[in-house]
Protein backbone atom coordinates (compact mmCIF):
# COMPACT_ATOMS: atom_id res chain seq x y z
CA UNK A 1 0.00 0.00 0.00
CA UNK A 2 1.37 3.49 -1.14
CA UNK A 3 2.35 5.74 2.13
CA UNK A 4 0.49 8.65 0.24
CA UNK A 5 -2.11 6.93 2.71
CA UNK A 6 -0.15 8.81 5.90
CA UNK A 7 -0.44 11.83 4.05
CA UNK A 8 -2.58 14.32 6.31
CA UNK A 9 -3.60 16.53 3.88
CA UNK A 10 -6.53 18.65 4.96
CA UNK A 11 -9.49 18.35 2.37
CA UNK A 12 -13.44 18.56 3.29
CA UNK A 13 -15.01 15.93 3.71
CA UNK A 14 -17.83 14.27 0.82
CA UNK A 15 -21.06 15.00 2.95
CA UNK A 16 -22.12 11.31 2.57
CA UNK A 17 -20.45 8.33 1.43
CA UNK A 18 -21.44 7.64 -2.01
CA UNK A 19 -22.39 3.79 -2.89
CA UNK A 20 -19.39 2.69 -4.58
CA UNK A 21 -17.76 3.74 -1.09
CA UNK A 22 -19.86 1.41 0.80
CA UNK A 23 -19.45 -1.29 -2.16
CA UNK A 24 -16.09 -1.09 -1.90
CA UNK A 25 -15.82 -1.46 2.07
CA UNK A 26 -18.32 -4.31 1.77
CA UNK A 27 -15.88 -5.97 -0.47
CA UNK A 28 -13.01 -5.64 1.31
CA UNK A 29 -14.18 -6.93 4.22
CA UNK A 30 -16.05 -10.01 2.47
CA UNK A 31 -13.01 -11.03 0.09
CA UNK A 32 -11.38 -11.82 2.95
CA UNK A 33 -9.69 -15.49 3.19
CA UNK A 34 -10.81 -17.14 6.08
CA UNK A 35 -7.46 -16.27 7.98
CA UNK A 36 -7.41 -13.11 7.05
CA UNK A 37 -6.13 -11.04 9.54
CA UNK A 38 -8.18 -7.72 10.80
CA UNK A 39 -7.22 -4.68 12.72
CA UNK A 40 -9.86 -2.33 14.37
CA UNK A 41 -8.07 1.38 15.26
CA UNK A 42 -9.81 3.80 16.86
CA UNK A 43 -8.26 6.78 18.13
CA UNK A 44 -6.34 8.06 21.22
CA UNK A 45 -8.17 8.77 24.43
CA UNK A 46 -11.05 6.99 23.09
CA UNK A 47 -14.22 7.91 24.46
CA UNK A 48 -17.97 6.44 24.23
CA UNK A 49 -18.14 6.60 20.40
CA UNK A 50 -14.46 5.52 19.76
CA UNK A 51 -14.47 2.40 21.54
CA UNK A 52 -18.41 1.52 20.93
CA UNK A 53 -17.95 1.79 17.58
CA UNK A 54 -15.13 -0.34 17.18
CA UNK A 55 -16.24 -3.17 19.34
CA UNK A 56 -19.51 -2.90 18.33
CA UNK A 57 -18.19 -3.47 14.50
CA UNK A 58 -15.44 -5.96 15.94
CA UNK A 59 -18.75 -8.32 17.64
CA UNK A 60 -20.16 -7.71 14.20
CA UNK A 61 -17.30 -9.40 12.36
CA UNK A 62 -17.37 -12.23 14.73
CA UNK A 63 -21.17 -12.85 13.53
CA UNK A 64 -19.95 -12.84 10.06
CA UNK A 65 -16.99 -15.71 11.23
CA UNK A 66 -14.23 -13.91 11.06
CA UNK A 67 -10.97 -15.50 13.68
CA UNK A 68 -8.26 -13.66 13.40
CA UNK A 69 -9.57 -10.02 14.72
CA UNK A 70 -7.77 -7.56 16.99
CA UNK A 71 -8.87 -3.98 18.49
CA UNK A 72 -6.95 -1.35 19.68
CA UNK A 73 -5.86 2.13 19.98
CA UNK A 74 -2.50 3.76 20.27
CA UNK A 75 -1.03 5.32 24.44
CA UNK A 76 -1.74 3.98 27.68
CA UNK A 77 -3.67 0.73 26.83
CA UNK A 78 -6.29 1.99 29.84
CA UNK A 79 -10.15 1.80 28.98
CA UNK A 80 -12.05 4.50 30.87
CA UNK A 81 -13.82 2.84 33.89
CA UNK A 82 -17.76 3.98 32.98
CA UNK A 83 -16.92 1.97 29.40
CA UNK A 84 -15.52 -0.86 31.31
CA UNK A 85 -18.42 -2.78 31.09
CA UNK A 86 -19.19 -2.64 27.31
CA UNK A 87 -19.30 -6.08 25.67
CA UNK A 88 -16.29 -6.96 23.10
CA UNK A 89 -13.62 -5.77 25.50
CA UNK A 90 -12.01 -9.51 25.09
CA UNK A 91 -11.30 -8.36 21.23
CA UNK A 92 -8.83 -5.29 22.88
CA UNK A 93 -5.03 -5.90 23.16
CA UNK A 94 -2.30 -3.25 23.66
CA UNK A 95 -1.07 -1.07 20.89
CA UNK A 96 2.10 -2.57 21.54
CA UNK A 97 0.93 -6.11 20.40
CA UNK A 98 -1.45 -5.47 17.59
CA UNK A 99 -0.87 -7.30 14.67
CA UNK A 100 2.33 -5.62 12.50
CA UNK A 101 1.17 -6.93 9.21
CA UNK A 102 -3.11 -6.65 8.98
CA UNK A 103 -4.64 -7.70 5.88
CA UNK A 104 -7.33 -4.89 6.61
CA UNK A 105 -7.33 -2.31 8.64
CA UNK A 106 -10.69 -0.39 9.96
CA UNK A 107 -10.50 2.88 11.59
CA UNK A 108 -13.35 4.54 14.05
CA UNK A 109 -14.23 7.93 15.07
CA UNK A 110 -10.45 8.89 13.84
CA UNK A 111 -10.35 12.77 12.05
CA UNK A 112 -6.80 12.05 11.22
CA UNK A 113 -4.05 10.21 10.94
CA UNK A 114 -1.84 11.53 13.19
CA UNK A 115 -4.62 10.49 16.17
CA UNK A 116 -3.32 6.82 15.44
CA UNK A 117 -0.31 7.34 17.05
CA UNK A 118 2.51 4.57 16.72
CA UNK A 119 -0.57 2.50 14.85
CA UNK A 120 0.07 4.52 11.28
CA UNK A 121 2.29 2.77 9.91
CA UNK A 122 0.15 -0.62 9.41
CA UNK A 123 -1.81 1.74 7.06
CA UNK A 124 1.11 1.45 4.75
CA UNK A 125 1.35 -2.33 5.73
CA UNK A 126 -2.31 -3.76 5.16
CA UNK A 127 -3.72 -4.23 1.78
CA UNK A 128 -6.44 -1.85 2.42
CA UNK A 129 -8.35 0.72 5.04
CA UNK A 130 -11.64 1.55 5.67
CA UNK A 131 -12.49 4.62 7.60
CA UNK A 132 -15.65 5.23 9.35
CA UNK A 133 -15.90 8.76 10.80
CA UNK A 134 -18.06 12.04 11.57
CA UNK A 135 -15.67 14.40 11.77
CA UNK A 136 -16.00 17.68 9.44
CA UNK A 137 -12.09 18.10 9.74
CA UNK A 138 -12.13 14.19 8.36
CA UNK A 139 -8.36 14.41 6.19
CA UNK A 140 -9.37 11.86 3.97
CA UNK A 141 -6.61 9.52 5.15
CA UNK A 142 -6.69 5.83 4.50
CA UNK A 143 -8.24 4.02 1.10
CA UNK A 144 -11.72 3.64 1.41
CA UNK A 145 -13.73 6.25 2.83
CA UNK A 146 -16.93 6.01 5.03
CA UNK A 147 -17.50 9.68 6.36
CA UNK A 148 -20.66 11.31 6.54
CA UNK A 149 -19.89 14.58 8.84
CA UNK A 150 -23.75 14.68 9.22
CA UNK A 151 -23.67 11.95 11.40
CA UNK A 152 -24.24 12.14 15.10
CA UNK A 153 -21.88 9.42 15.88
CA UNK A 154 -19.47 7.41 14.23
CA UNK A 155 -21.78 4.62 15.63
CA UNK A 156 -24.57 5.69 12.88
CA UNK A 157 -22.00 4.73 10.56
CA UNK A 158 -20.51 1.64 11.90
CA UNK A 159 -24.54 0.46 11.86
CA UNK A 160 -25.09 0.90 8.21
CA UNK A 161 -22.63 -1.37 7.27
CA UNK A 162 -23.08 -4.01 9.38
CA UNK A 163 -26.57 -3.78 7.71
CA UNK A 164 -24.71 -4.02 4.62
CA UNK A 165 -22.73 -6.84 5.57
CA UNK A 166 -26.25 -8.89 6.56
CA UNK A 167 -25.04 -8.94 10.26
CA UNK A 168 -28.39 -8.65 12.28
CA UNK A 169 -27.85 -6.69 15.67
CA UNK A 170 -27.31 -8.64 18.87
CA UNK A 171 -27.88 -7.09 22.43
CA UNK A 172 -24.09 -7.15 22.39
CA UNK A 173 -23.88 -5.40 19.49
CA UNK A 174 -26.92 -2.60 20.34
CA UNK A 175 -24.90 -2.08 23.85
CA UNK A 176 -22.29 -0.90 22.09
CA UNK A 177 -23.47 1.16 19.91
CA UNK A 178 -26.05 2.37 21.97
CA UNK A 179 -23.43 3.50 24.08
CA UNK A 180 -21.70 5.51 21.25
CA UNK A 181 -24.66 7.21 20.06
CA UNK A 182 -25.74 8.46 23.27
CA UNK A 183 -22.36 9.71 24.40
CA UNK A 184 -21.83 11.62 21.29
CA UNK A 185 -25.77 13.46 21.84
CA UNK A 186 -25.01 14.14 24.88
CA UNK A 187 -27.72 11.70 26.22
CA UNK A 188 -29.77 12.94 22.83
CA UNK A 189 -29.42 16.66 23.92
CA UNK A 190 -27.78 18.09 21.24
CA UNK A 191 -28.58 19.55 18.04
CA UNK A 192 -27.44 16.41 16.14
CA UNK A 193 -30.21 14.52 17.61
CA UNK A 194 -32.45 13.94 14.79
CA UNK A 195 -35.20 12.00 14.35
CA UNK A 196 -32.98 9.40 12.50
CA UNK A 197 -30.95 9.18 15.58
CA UNK A 198 -34.20 8.26 17.45
CA UNK A 199 -34.71 5.62 14.96
CA UNK A 200 -31.92 4.24 15.23
CA UNK A 201 -31.74 4.32 19.13
CA UNK A 202 -35.09 2.56 18.70
CA UNK A 203 -33.76 -0.59 16.57
CA UNK A 204 -31.06 -1.12 19.32
CA UNK A 205 -33.81 -0.76 22.60
CA UNK A 206 -35.49 -3.40 20.30
CA UNK A 207 -33.07 -6.05 20.78
CA UNK A 208 -33.75 -5.80 25.00
CA UNK A 209 -30.50 -3.68 25.72
CA UNK A 210 -31.35 -1.62 29.28
CA UNK A 211 -31.18 1.91 28.58
CA UNK A 212 -31.35 3.45 32.41
CA UNK A 213 -28.57 1.05 33.34
CA UNK A 214 -26.60 1.71 30.94
CA UNK A 215 -27.04 5.36 31.35
CA UNK A 216 -26.10 5.14 34.88
CA UNK A 217 -23.04 3.59 34.12
CA UNK A 218 -22.26 5.68 31.78
CA UNK A 219 -23.13 9.19 32.85
CA UNK A 220 -24.34 8.99 36.43
CA UNK A 221 -21.26 7.41 38.43
CA UNK A 222 -18.27 8.84 39.20
CA UNK A 223 -16.27 8.32 42.40
CA UNK A 224 -15.94 11.20 45.17
CA UNK A 225 -12.57 11.43 44.16
CA UNK A 226 -13.78 13.16 41.04
CA UNK A 227 -16.27 14.96 42.40
CA UNK A 228 -13.70 16.64 44.72
CA UNK A 229 -11.43 17.13 41.53
CA UNK A 230 -14.26 18.73 39.50
CA UNK A 231 -14.83 21.40 42.54
CA UNK A 232 -11.28 22.40 42.75
CA UNK A 233 -10.95 22.69 38.64
CA UNK A 234 -14.41 24.42 38.35
CA UNK A 235 -13.20 26.90 41.25
CA UNK A 236 -10.81 28.46 39.05
CA UNK A 237 -12.78 28.66 35.64
CA UNK A 238 -12.56 32.15 34.77
CA UNK A 239 -15.34 34.02 32.62
CA UNK A 240 -14.68 36.76 29.45
CA UNK A 241 -18.23 38.02 28.48
CA UNK A 242 -15.90 40.14 25.42
CA UNK A 243 -14.02 37.27 24.33
CA UNK A 244 -15.24 35.16 20.92
CA UNK A 245 -16.72 38.56 19.15
CA UNK A 246 -18.55 39.57 22.50
CA UNK A 247 -20.22 36.32 23.17
CA UNK A 248 -17.88 35.09 25.67
CA UNK A 249 -15.63 32.32 26.65
CA UNK A 250 -15.24 30.65 29.96
CA UNK A 251 -12.38 28.48 30.65
CA UNK A 252 -10.43 26.48 33.51
CA UNK A 253 -7.50 23.76 33.64
CA UNK A 254 -6.64 20.77 35.19
CA UNK A 255 -3.17 19.91 35.86
CA UNK A 256 -1.28 16.35 36.71
CA UNK A 257 -1.21 17.49 40.23
CA UNK A 258 -4.66 17.83 40.82
CA UNK A 259 -5.42 14.47 39.21
CA UNK A 260 -3.08 12.87 41.74
CA UNK A 261 -4.12 14.56 44.77
CA UNK A 262 -7.38 13.26 44.39
CA UNK A 263 -6.34 9.95 43.21
CA UNK A 264 -8.10 10.01 39.66
CA UNK A 265 -7.10 9.14 36.55
CA UNK A 266 -7.56 11.36 33.67
CA UNK A 267 -10.46 10.11 31.61
CA UNK A 268 -12.24 11.44 35.13
CA UNK A 269 -11.86 14.64 33.13
CA UNK A 270 -13.48 13.99 30.51
CA UNK A 271 -17.12 15.19 31.66
CA UNK A 272 -16.22 18.13 33.03
CA UNK A 273 -16.23 20.13 29.61
CA UNK A 274 -20.34 19.71 30.39
CA UNK A 275 -20.35 21.29 33.91
CA UNK A 276 -18.29 24.65 32.42
CA UNK A 277 -20.43 24.93 29.30
CA UNK A 278 -23.52 25.43 30.81
CA UNK A 279 -22.58 29.26 31.58
CA UNK A 280 -25.33 31.49 30.29
CA UNK A 281 -23.06 34.31 30.02
CA UNK A 282 -20.47 32.32 27.52
CA UNK A 283 -21.11 30.81 24.38
CA UNK A 284 -17.65 29.03 23.67
CA UNK A 285 -16.31 27.12 26.47
CA UNK A 286 -12.91 24.94 27.46
CA UNK A 287 -11.07 22.73 29.79
CA UNK A 288 -7.51 22.08 29.57
CA UNK A 289 -6.48 18.68 30.94
CA UNK A 290 -2.34 18.83 31.07
CA UNK A 291 -0.75 15.53 29.85
CA UNK A 292 2.81 16.60 30.34
CA UNK A 293 4.43 19.72 31.48
CA UNK A 294 3.38 22.01 28.68
CA UNK A 295 1.17 20.00 27.06
CA UNK A 296 -3.01 20.03 27.39
CA UNK A 297 -5.03 18.26 25.92
CA UNK A 298 -7.66 21.08 24.72
CA UNK A 299 -11.97 20.66 24.69
CA UNK A 300 -13.97 23.16 23.56
CA UNK A 301 -17.18 23.83 23.02
CA UNK A 302 -19.94 26.37 21.57
CA UNK A 303 -23.58 26.67 21.98
CA UNK A 304 -23.92 27.56 18.20
CA UNK A 305 -22.48 30.99 16.88
CA UNK A 306 -18.98 30.05 16.56
CA UNK A 307 -17.40 27.09 15.30
CA UNK A 308 -15.12 25.83 17.67
CA UNK A 309 -13.84 23.68 14.90
CA UNK A 310 -12.19 26.39 12.73
CA UNK A 311 -10.38 27.25 15.98
CA UNK A 312 -9.10 23.61 16.23
CA UNK A 313 -8.03 23.02 12.95
CA UNK A 314 -6.09 26.69 13.20
CA UNK A 315 -4.42 25.35 16.35
CA UNK A 316 -3.48 21.64 14.93
CA UNK A 317 -6.53 20.08 15.89
CA UNK A 318 -10.32 19.35 14.51
CA UNK A 319 -13.95 18.11 15.22
CA UNK A 320 -17.08 19.58 14.72
CA UNK A 321 -19.04 22.92 14.45
CA UNK A 322 -20.01 22.78 18.52
CA UNK A 323 -17.23 20.35 19.58
CA UNK A 324 -13.45 20.40 18.44
CA UNK A 325 -10.26 20.19 20.45
CA UNK A 326 -6.45 20.23 20.35
CA UNK A 327 -3.20 19.74 21.82
CA UNK A 328 -1.91 22.89 23.10
CA UNK A 329 1.85 23.81 24.38
CA UNK A 330 3.05 26.32 26.75
CA UNK A 331 1.32 27.43 30.02
CA UNK A 332 -2.35 27.35 30.46
CA UNK A 333 -2.58 30.96 30.14
CA UNK A 334 -0.51 30.45 27.05
CA UNK A 335 -3.00 28.15 25.59
CA UNK A 336 -5.66 30.08 26.44
CA UNK A 337 -3.95 33.05 24.78
CA UNK A 338 -3.64 31.34 21.37
CA UNK A 339 -7.89 29.72 21.79
CA UNK A 340 -8.88 33.71 22.31
CA UNK A 341 -6.61 35.40 19.51
CA UNK A 342 -8.41 32.57 17.13
CA UNK A 343 -12.05 33.42 18.49
CA UNK A 344 -10.88 37.03 18.04
CA UNK A 345 -9.82 36.04 14.49
CA UNK A 346 -12.81 33.99 13.47
CA UNK A 347 -15.19 37.19 14.54
CA UNK A 348 -13.48 39.51 12.53
CA UNK A 349 -13.13 37.77 9.45
CA UNK A 350 -17.24 37.18 9.49
CA UNK A 351 -17.41 40.81 11.08
CA UNK A 352 -19.75 39.00 14.19
CA UNK A 353 -19.53 41.50 16.57
CA UNK A 354 -21.94 41.98 19.40
CA UNK A 355 -24.57 43.91 17.17
CA UNK A 356 -24.45 40.77 15.09
CA UNK A 357 -25.35 38.40 17.80
CA UNK A 358 -29.44 38.44 17.46
CA UNK A 359 -28.73 38.00 13.91
CA UNK A 360 -27.39 34.55 14.50
CA UNK A 361 -29.38 32.96 17.43
Known amino acids: MSGALLADVSQPAAEQPTEAEWAAAVSAITRLPADGRILLICHVNPDGDALGSM??????????????????????????????????????????????????????????????????????????????????????????????PDAAATSVLVEKLLARLGVPLDQGIAECLYVALATDTGSFRFDMTTPAVHEMAARLLATGIRPGEISRRIFDTRP??????????????????????GRGLVWTYATLDDLARHGQRPYTL????????????????????????????????????????????????????LAAGFTGYGSAPEVVDAIRAELARGATEVGHGPADLQDQE
Not at 77 to 101: F, K, N, R, S, Y
Request: hydrophobic share 45%; charged share 25%; glycine share 12%.
Open 55 to 148: LGFGLGLRRLGVRQLQATFPGRPEVPEPLQALPGLDLLVPATAAEPDPDLVICFDVAAVSRLGDLADRLDRADAAIVLDHHASNTRFGGIHLVD
Open 224 to 245: FGAVRLYGDVLGRAQLEPLAAG
Open 270 to 321: EPLIDSVRCTAEADVSCVLKQVAEGEWAVSMRSKGPTDVSRVAVALGGGGHR
